[in-house]
């Protein structure tokens, strides 16, 4: 296969039909342990304040519009209980989102699924960031006011894999995700294939990187979460220790506390401003991404990059997407040149830790890619542009043709 014209592209009807049953998990008890999903992970800024949890709510009633008659079950309270919901049920969840102080974590959710072990075939679920609820100063004399947010937050939702063998299905989906990242203030998210498990998610981490090995389309969500890769702190003062002034965002002439990446790209990859600017603007992204299969579409103050005419799972025969593969190739400077694990530590089992992450994030690089930019030290008293490979608007597929049959031996 040394073009794409050879290359074997499973249509989602052909990659459910084959693959759908491997993708699936039905335990001993009856519940099903892990389901195919199409997926959105939306990591977002202001899930702390009144303005942005009344978006969550927006959210979260607009899903409940749209699949509503599947959701059976929900949780109100990042401690609370997972249980079937009555419509009483359902109005706690809706009041958590909006009354809780913002100095609490929401972590909120509705499902098909009524308990922790359960995957659930419909899910939307959010973990916010807190907020400080009055002016305060640190011992160092750092000035934090009030609203100031302590870490991003994160909205997730999947639905069926089935759901993307339709059409229609496909354009509830994207409708969805764009309604998200309409209401909320993006700073980068991913929507695409992935493994959905229950509530209870830690011993299916192994079973994820298996997946992840073997369809390359696959993200990895699990620990969603945990990942604060999206992030971005810069601050003033001698060290961490004694900061004097620090910021939710990359000051000029700051230290960097957090630069911010990404993660990796899928069927769709979506970019807040910091990012977006870290690559010259959209009319740069633009013009390195001009081809007709590839959609880039600003939404709210985000960038989604949308590869290809629907999502691919990556399977043997399919090799490396060649559409995730050419907006890599721009994007993936963006990447943490050392990420931390996707996993938490798994004893003498194989999973996503450090060395397995990093390979993984790198999966769509072609032979030959230079090296991830290490972060500054110091923020930029001015934009730079992150260059990237003077070959980023070839098209790759001829190229990504030898990679994947070297990468599927």
Same mark, same amino acid.
């Given at each position: 296969? /040394?073009s794409q014209k050879?290359?074997?592209?499973?249509?989602?009807?052909?990659?459910?039909?084959?693959?759908?049953? *491997?993708?699936?998990?039905r335990? *001993?008890?009856?519940?099903?342990g892990?389901?195919?999903?199409?997926?959105g992970t939306?990591?977002f800024?202001?899930?702390a304040?009144?303005?942005?949890?009344?978006?969550i709510?927006e959210?979260?009633?607009?899903?409940a %519009?749209?699949?509503?008659?599947?959701?059976k079950g929900?949780? %109100?309270?990042?401690?609370g209980?997972?249980?079937?919901?009555?419509?009483?049920?359902?109005?706690?969840?809706?009041?958590s989102?909006?009354?809780?102080?913002?100095y609490?974590?929401?972590?909120?959710?509705?499902a098909?699924?009524t308990?922790?072990d359960?995957?659930?075939?419909?899910?939307i679920?959010v973990l916010t960031?807190?907020?400080?609820?009055? %002016?305060?100063?640190?011992p160092?004399?750092c000035?934090?006011?009030?609203?100031h947010?302590?870490?991003?937050?994160l909205?997730?939702?999947?639905?069926?894999m089935?759901?993307?063998?339709k059409?229609?299905g496909?354009?509830?989906?994207?409708?969805?995700?764009?309604?998200v990242?309409?209401?909320?203030?993006v700073?980068g998210?991913?929507?695409g294939?992935?493994?959905?498990?229950?509530?209870?998610?830690?011993?299916y981490?192994?079973?994820?990187?298996?997946?992840a090995?073997?369809?390359?389309?696959?993200?990895m969500?699990?620990?969603?979460h945990?990942?604060?890769?999206?992030e971005?702190?810069?601050?003033?003062?001698?060290s961490? /220790?004694?900061v004097?002034?620090?910021y939710?965002?990359?000051?000029?002439?700051a230290?960097v506390?957090?630069?911010?990446?990404?993660?990796?790209v899928?069927?769709?990859t979506?970019?807040?401003?910091v990012?977006?600017e870290r690559?010259?603007?959209?009319?740069?992204?633009?013009?390195s991404?001009a081809?007709?299969?590839i959609?880039?579409?600003?939404?709210?103050?985000?960038?989604?990059?949308?590869a290809g005419?629907?999502?691919?799972?990556?399977?043997?025969e399919?090799?490396l997407?060649?559409?995730?593969v050419?907006?890599?190739?721009l994007?993936?400077?963006?990447?943490?040149?050392m990420? /931390?694990s996707l996993?938490?530590?798994?004893? %003498?089992?194989?999973?996503a830790d450090k060395?397995?992450?990093?390979?993984?994030?790198?999966?769509?690089?072609?032979?030959?890619a230079?090296?991830?930019?290490?972060p500054?030290?110091?923020?930029?008293?001015q934009?730079?542009?992150?260059?990237?490979?003077?070959?980023?608007?070839?098209?790759?597929?001829?190229?990504?043709?030898r990679?994947?049959q070297?990468?599927?031996?």
């Amino acid at each position: 296969m /040394d073009s794409q014209k050879n290359q074997t592209v499973l249509t989602p009807l052909q990659a459910f039909s084959q693959y759908g049953e *491997e993708l699936s998990n039905r335990l *001993e008890n009856g519940r099903m342990g892990m389901l195919p999903g199409l997926v959105g992970t939306i990591y977002f800024e202001r899930g702390a304040l009144p303005d942005g949890r009344q978006a969550i709510l927006e959210c979260f009633d607009r899903f409940a %519009d749209m699949f509503g008659e599947h959701l059976k079950g929900g949780k %109100d309270s990042d401690d609370g209980r997972f249980t079937k919901r009555t419509a009483a049920g359902v109005e706690k969840i809706r009041r958590s989102i909006i009354e809780t102080p913002m100095y609490m974590i929401i972590g909120a959710l509705r499902a098909s699924a009524t308990d922790y072990d359960t995957a659930a075939e419909y899910k939307i679920s959010v973990l916010t960031g807190t907020a400080n609820p009055q %002016d305060r100063t640190m011992p160092s004399g750092c000035f934090v006011p009030a609203g100031h947010e302590a870490g991003l937050s994160l909205l997730k939702f999947n639905v069926p894999m089935e759901l993307a063998t339709k059409p229609s299905g496909l354009e509830q989906y994207e409708a969805f995700l764009r309604f998200v990242c309409e209401k909320l203030k993006v700073r980068g998210g991913y929507g695409g294939y992935a493994p959905v498990f229950p509530y209870s998610y830690h011993r299916y981490m192994p079973q994820e990187w298996a997946l992840a090995q073997r369809f390359s389309g696959l993200d990895m969500i699990s620990t969603a979460h945990l990942n604060q890769a999206h992030e971005v702190y810069s601050y003033e003062g001698d060290s961490r /220790d004694s900061v004097t002034a620090i910021y939710r965002q990359l000051v000029p002439g700051a230290k960097v506390d957090a630069w911010g990446f990404i993660k990796s790209v899928n069927w769709y990859t979506i970019l807040g401003p910091v990012f977006v600017e870290r690559l010259g603007g959209v009319a740069r992204i633009r013009d390195s991404l001009a081809r007709p299969d590839i959609r880039i579409e600003e939404i709210n103050s985000s960038v989604a990059i949308r590869a290809g005419e629907f999502p691919r799972l990556g399977a043997p025969e399919e090799g490396l997407p060649e559409p995730y593969v050419f907006v890599n190739s721009l994007l993936r400077v963006l990447r943490d040149p050392m990420p /931390d694990s996707l996993h938490t530590f798994i004893p %003498d089992l194989p999973s996503a830790d450090k060395r397995n992450t990093a390979a993984w994030e790198a999966r769509f690089d072609l032979p030959g890619a230079p090296p991830i930019p290490e972060p500054p030290t110091i923020v930029p008293p001015q934009l730079q542009v992150v260059q990237v490979n003077s070959n980023t608007k070839r098209d790759t597929r001829k190229a990504n043709g030898r990679r994947m049959q070297s990468e599927r031996k």
